[in-house]
């Protein structure tokens, strides 16, 4: 099994090729994005969900395991454990009659590390410690997270590849022109004297911190 961590908050180019493979029959992808401005979508229940929905949406081996779960829950009167879940979803990547299983997880760091114990953050940090524990051959795992230390301190260990931009020359210049595209074709900048717009793109530049 691999696990795959990027530090830069977008993976439209990973996206891109799995979906490639998935056409071909060559993958089966779940993706999830933690949402800063959705609390639903900061913690582990609304992932394991996410998860288990795709994988039934594309598998009737997926679904007949969740259909199981349901029944066992008083046919969805009772909403089943976190563990339950987990559990669920284990026996859904093990399943071998699947391709190439491709857990794609954006944006780690929007996942709250605030509140709870444990909090949210470090229940999906437990649950990819977990999934990579077990070994499969079929299964692949690709986190991109901004740097925080208590991300890289699970997850560095468990990586078979990790590719931080966060620190790149060319990650910085890219976000440099950006910002002196946007201050030199704004109109209400227009007539701002150059001294100010440089001291904004300085400004800006500086607090962007790689992102």
Same mark, same amino acid.
């Given at each position: 099994m691999r696990i795959h961590v990027f530090m830069f908050p977008t993976s439209s180019t990973i996206i891109q090729q799995v979906e490639e493979k998935s056409d071909r029959g060559?993958?089966?992808m779940c993706y999830y994005y933690f949402d800063f401005n959705n609390i639903a979508k900061q913690g582990i229940r609304g992932l394991l969900t996410s998860l %288990?929905? #795709? *994988?039934?949406? @594309?598998?009737?081996?997926?679904?007949h395991i969740l259909s199981?779960?349901?029944s066992e829950n008083n046919a969805g009167l009772q909403q089943p454990r976190n563990d339950a879940l987990t559990e669920c979803l284990k026996k859904m990547l093990r %399943?071998? #009659? *699947?391709?190439? @299983?491709?857990?794609?997880?954006?944006?780690l760091d929007e996942c709250s590390n605030t509140s709870g114990?444990?909090?949210?953050r470090e229940e999906v940090l437990d649950l990819l410690e977990d999934l990579v524990g077990l070994t499969l051959q079929d299964l692949r795992i690709c986190v991109t997270s901004r740097p925080e230390i208590d991300i890289r301190n699970v997850l560095d260990p468990l990586a078979s590849l990790n590719t931080s931009l966060h620190d790149e020359a060319g990650q910085k210049q890219d976000i440099l022109d950006y910002i002196k595209n946007v201050v030199?074709?704004?109109r209400r900048m227009a007539r701002w004297r150059p001294e100010d717009k440089q001291l904004v793109i300085d400004a800006l530049s500086a607090k962007a911190d790689g992102m």
């Open positions: 060559l993958a089966l %288990l929905s #795709q *994988l039934c949406a @594309k598998s009737d081996h997926c679904y199981a779960l349901y %399943l071998e #009659q *699947l391709p190439t @299983k491709y857990i794609i997880l954006d944006g114990f444990p909090t949210a030199y074709s704004d």
